[in-house]
Each structure stands twice: as C-alpha cells, then as structure tokens.
C-alpha cells in the first residue's frame, strides 16, 4: 500500500462509528457492534478496533470492510469508505468491468410503482393545462392507496404545499377531487423560500409526521430564489440538491410543478423552463401538454432514472372530475436482451414461489427445465444483476443476492414471487375538522387508514 493509502488509512480509523451508521450495520452504544466474520456480537475497542470474542478475528475499520464486503485488498476497502462517508479521494476511484458486473445496487423504491420512486420529481406544464389538478388527484389516490391509472401506489400521507392559491380555492379543488373523502392530506398555502427558512419549515413538518411519503410543491417558482445571481445552471442545481437531499433522508418522494417555456419544440422536455440544472438533479421529469387551454385532452411524457420513457393519452373527464388514461406506450416497452433468461427464472418462480440457493444451483435447477440453456453461473448472476428492476417489476421476481454463508464466500441468491395486490377503494366517510387550525398547515379530514377486515 502506498503512502496516500497509508495516511487514509490512518484517518479512516477515527471514522469507524460513522462507517457502521452509514452502512446501516448494527450499533449498540457504546461499544457493540456485529462480526463481519461470525456475525457474533464483538466490541468496539476505542472507538477505533474491532476484537470479536467468539472467533477471535480483529481489526480497524479498513479490515472489517475487507472482511464484511469480501474486498480482496486494502485499497478497495478504503475506496469503499472513501465513498460512503464522502471523503475526498485524489485517486480517481475506480473500478474494473468485472466490479461492476458483480455489483447488486438496490432497487429503487416506488410511492407509485413505475411511475414515482422515492426521490424528487418535476411536473411541467404551461399554466391552466390542469397539472395542479392531475398532481393533487394523484395525490389523493397515494394517501387512500388506489392505484392510479395501472399503477399500484403504496399508501401514505401528503403534504400539499399550494402556494399560489388562497385556501378557499384549494377547499373548492379538494371537494371536486375527492369527492370529499381525502384521506390524510396536509395542506400549507405558505412557506419560506429555499435558502430562507423553507428546509428547516419542511424536515420540521415530515420530522413530526413520520408517515408522510409524498410531498407536493405548488410551484417549484414559489420556493426558489429569483435574484438573477441565483438563476442559473449552479443556482437551479443547488435548489434541486438541497430538495434531493431532503427527499432521501426521509425516504419520501417530492414532486415539483413548474411552468414550461412559451416556445413550443418536438421534445417535450426541451419545453421545461429553467437551466438543465433542473432535470439534472431530479430523478424523474413529467410534462403534460395540450394543444389548446380549452382541450379536454392532453399528453403526459415522462423520462426519469428509474422509469422507462412512458407516454399517457390523457382525457378528462366531467363525470369524475379527473383526468382518465386513454392511451400509453405501455405496450410498447422493449424487452431485456436477456428476456429469454428472465423468463425461465419466472417460469421456475412459478413453482416455487420462494427460493434460497447459490448461483450453481440455480442454473442447475434452469438447465434441468430447458437443457439447451447455456449459461454460467457468473453470467447468470450478472444478468440477474443488471435486469433486477425489470425482474421485479415486469417478471414479479423479487432478487436479492445476499451475504450469508461469508465463511466459505458463496453468496446466496434469494428469489420470492410477488402476489399482485389488488386494491380496494376505501370506503372511509368524511370526518372534516377544520377547527384544528395551526399556522398555516391545515389538517384537512384526519381519518385512520382502512383497516383491513
Ligand atoms: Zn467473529
């Protein structure tokens, strides 16, 4: 190891309470915490060395990376660190094809499966092309858990932040929406700015309301600082960072309406207003269009990192008060190169429903079904790995390659069938109160969610 390994080295040791909280690896204070080779309780010695009295293996916590993650080197390990607790490394941290392959990165995670992942989200639109309205109705679908359109939403409170509307207008919306049962949505018609109070306003709010998991900001205009030295690609990525990071902590996901500029162009996303910065830094960006303002019907594109590039045909509809699916792209979607290998593993899901094995054993159980299949173990598991989302979300297989089993370094695959959940609509009845005022978030009908029967 050379000397800049070395003096990292050397300060990594103070950071190993840091390490096990970032890695969500257990931490009982002061001194406990969980063997990465026996997975036996070991202490922590000084806050800096690791001693386990079962298999009498010890270390820093450089070693205990190598050991927990089956790291090869010390440089690895330390690049690891490096990364997880943001320490600026002056070698260019890399990593061969073969890391990446092996590599499983967690699942995204959906407030409304395929379409709005736990993050921050952009919906874009010009003014009066009914954005709020579409935006406020998925809202009230999430907090009663229907799905909206074909998609699944998992339910939780919002908070809705209508800040360019007096709140007997907001009253007007919300009866024609959800037909007066609301379920628990939270509503705010004013708020500081971003730089200027907002974010302590808002991880306040979501510090006491645990079960908020969608936050909905009417307009992403009304919380920016529009000085001109702010407007800008580092300004607009500023903005979007701090409301990411917001969304990350708490696991919760943001969606922001925003305008879209005058000038029309083929590319719908080109129409957002504002620098790149914005669609940049967030993880999905939708944009409804209209050919006129008085056109009952509408186009929805979306784009985003964890969603595929999707296309609504939108028509509202008087009678519900909503805006219906007539059309997508849905059935467009282009299958995985792989899809043949996906298929036999749903196909082998279809049997088992639940699965727990190494790689080998997996394809020999695929080669038993289908003998021409030609497959190693390795490849398999890369393209396990490289299709994990579209095997949950198109195949319904739950993947997860996990660490057991470190002593003799097999890493064991585990596979479940998911059920599709069909979702009731709730037959909750409205217990509005608005006496329950304070400051300017007003709880707007607090029932319990349903129960199940
Ligand atoms: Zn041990």
Redo the contacts with the bound molecule.
């Keep these: 190891m050379n000397a800049f390994y070395l003096n990292l080295r050397a300060q990594l040791k103070s950071r190993f309470i840091d390490y096990l909280k970032a890695d969500s690896i257990p931490y009982f204070p002061p001194e406990l915490t969980v063997?990465p080779?026996?997975r036996?309780h070991?202490s922590i010695l000084l806050d800096t060395m690791w001693s386990?009295p079962?298999?009498h293996?010890h270390g820093d916590v450089v070693d205990y990376v190598m050991a927990n993650n089956g790291f090869d080197s010390e440089e690895k390990a330390i690049r690891h660190l490096c990364r997880m607790l943001g320490i600026k490394n002056t070698y260019l941290d890399y990593f061969s094809a073969d890391e990446v392959m092996d590599m499983q990165f967690s699942e995204p995670v959906f407030i409304v499966d395929k379409l709005i992942s736990k993050g921050l989200h952009i919906l874009a639109g010009p003014s009066k092309a009914g954005k709020s309205w579409l935006a406020l109705w998925m809202a009230h679908r999430i907090t009663l858990g229907m799905p909206i359109w074909n998609f699944e939403t998992h339910p939780g409170e919002v908070l809705y932040l209508c800040l360019e509307d007096p709140l007997d207008r907001v009253q007007r919306r919300l009866v024609d929406v959800t037909d007066g049962s609301t379920g628990r949505i939270w509503i705010a018609t004013e708020s500081e700015m971003i730089g200027n109070g907002f974010e302590e306003q808002l991880t306040g709010f979501l510090r006491e309301h645990p079960n908020v998991n969608f936050v909905l900001i009417d307009t992403l205009q009304k919380i920016r600082d529009m000085k001109s030295e702010h407007y800008s690609y580092a300004g607009d990525y500023k903005t979007m960072t701090t409301l990411k990071s917001i969304a990350d902590r708490f696991g919760i996901a943001i969606m922001l309406i925003h305008h879209t500029r005058k000038a029309p162009s083929s590319d719908p996303f080109d129409m957002v207003s504002g620098t790149t910065g914005l669609m940049g830094c967030a993880d999905s960006t939708f944009v409804m269009l209209k050919e006129n303002r008085l056109a009952a019907s509408a186009t929805l594109d979306a784009t985003g990192r964890d969603i595929e590039n999707l296309h609504f045909d939108l028509r509202f509809s008087d009678e519900t008060m909503c805006w219906e699916m007539v059309g997508s792209n849905l059935d467009q979607q282009e299958l995985p190169k792989h899809d043949y290998v996906l298929k036999q593993i749903r196909a082998f899901m279809n049997e088992k429903e639940e699965w727990h094995g190494t790689a080998s054993e997996l394809v020999t159980e695929l080669k038993s079904r289908d003998h021409s299949l030609d497959l190693t173990p390795n490849v398999l598991v890369r393209i396990m790995n490289a299709h994990t989302v579209v095997l949950r979300n198109f195949y319904k297989v739950a993947y997860r390659r996990g660490q057991d089993n470190r002593k003799n370094n097999v890493k064991i695959i585990s596979l479940r069938l998911l059920k599709e959940i069909i979702v009731e609509p709730s037959d909750s009845t409205d217990k509005t109160d608005m006496s329950d005022i304070c400051g300017h978030i007003v709880p707007i009908a607090p029932i319990e969610p349903p129960q199940d029967a």
Aim: proline content about 0%; aromatic content about 0%; some cysteine.
């Design positions: 063997c080779h026996c036996a070991c386990c079962e298999c293996e």
